[in-house]
């Protein structure tokens, strides 16, 4: 028992927190855009950080479950609706068998990111269930969900020893102008002083070439010294390639494990979830800062999210008890304590 794929969506597949380890044989780490978003919305419903969820671009699929489970929304808000009533985000939602769960369109934001409790039943390929549609491995037969397709649960799960709640998680809103913060290099010193001085003083425009390998960005020219290609070295997460054209491509989960051109810097991991949120035509500027000013930035994301995991995981006893009868739960929905956001 699990979900029935009635429409896939624009681009949905199955994705986790990436297949670590493998790209000295060509592999693409792959997982989610949004890594911040796919946690929360395990979180939530008590999996693991690193369960597979499914990861919606823009226009979302049409689910009908066959099963009773509770799941969770989160990321970029594509108005989602069960039964064609609207649910909230960022918030655990009990779904029952014969519920259908719906899109409208994406009005802030991008992903979204949908997570089962007890997880999904995907094989696990060199220790991920990432979905890499280059080489048709992992998620679903490698592909993209398509009408048709149906995914089974793991354990699913009914209630959940925690309750969330909307006070605890606030929507995080996305606007259209977003600050990329940047550590300069490899290959900075490829560039002259003014192409450097464009780099970080200009504004830069999504374009339509925004998928989950790169997003090539519209824009100033960015002067090199002599020329663009190097011997190709590799290529991490966040990599701001600039070809001979002088645009910068920013270089994202499913990218290239290496390439020939030179590097200007590298987006700073935490920021890398706000560029996974644009649109086409979204104003994007870089910041320069400095390796031990990302680190900081980077242990204030951990805390910050070990103090949500406090929040959430916040034991709701009665749910706890396995024997509690139908009356109890009654009496909880009456007191409030127990609802469609447990």
């Known amino acids: 028992m699990g979900i ?7 681009y949905t597949t199955v994705q986790d927190l990436g297949r670590i380890g493998y790209q000295d044989l060509g592999f693409s780490v792959c997982g989610a855009m949004d890594k911040n978003s796919l946690k929360i919305a395990n979180m939530l419903v008590n999996n693991k950080d690193n369960e597979a969820c499914l990861e919606v671009t823009l226009v979302g699929p049409i689910l009908e479950f066959t099963k009773n489970n509770i799941i969770a ?13 609207k649910v909230d985000m960022n918030k655990a939602i009990v779904v029952k068998k014969g ?32 979905t890499n549609v280059k080489c048709s491995i992992g998620g679903y037969n490698g ?17 959940i020893p925690n309750f969330a709640s909307k006070n605890i998680i606030n929507n995080e809103t996305y606007g259209n ?5 940047v550590i300069l290099g490899p290959q900075d010193d490829a560039f002259t002083n003014e192409g450097l001085n464009t780099f970080l003083s200009s504004t830069y425009k999504v374009t339509k070439e925004f998928d989950r390998m790169g997003c090539r960005l ?10 663009a290609d190097i011997i190709s070295d590799g290529i991490v997460l966040g990599s701001i390639q600039v070809p001979s054209h002088g645009k910068p491509i920013i270089m994202l989960t499913d990218r290239q494990t ?11 991991s935490v920021d890398i979830c706000k560029l996974a949120q644009c649109k086409t ?12 000013e990302a680190q900081v930035l980077y242990k204030e994301e951990y805390f910050k999210f070990e103090e949500i995991r406090k929040q959430i995981n916040k034991p709701c006893v009665e749910i706890l008890n396995p024997r509690v009868t139908s009356i109890k739960i009654e009496k909880l929905l009456i007191k409030g304590r127990l609802n469609n956001g447990i």
């Open 281 to 292: 035509g979204d104003i994007i500027n870089f910041k320069q800062i400095s390796l031990e």
């Open 143 to 159: 592909r993209t969900l398509k009408k048709g397709d149906f995914i089974k649960f793991k354990s699913p799960k009914e209630y």
């Open 99 to 130: 519920d259908i769960l719906s899109f409208e369109s994406a009005i802030d934001g991008a992903r979204s990111y949908i997570s089962f409790s007890g997880g999904l039943d995907i094989p696990t390929i060199m220790g991920s269930k990432s």
């Open 258 to 268: 290496t390439g020939g051109y030179t590097k200007i810097g590298t987006v700073i």
């Open 4 to 10: 029935i794929i009635r429409e896939g969506g624009l």
């Open 218 to 227: 519209n824009g100033p020219e960015i002067e090199h010294k002599k020329q």
């Open 73 to 85: 929304i989160t990321g970029g808000n594509l108005q989602p609706k069960l039964n064609e009533i």
């Open 177 to 181: 102008k977003v600050i990329l913060r």
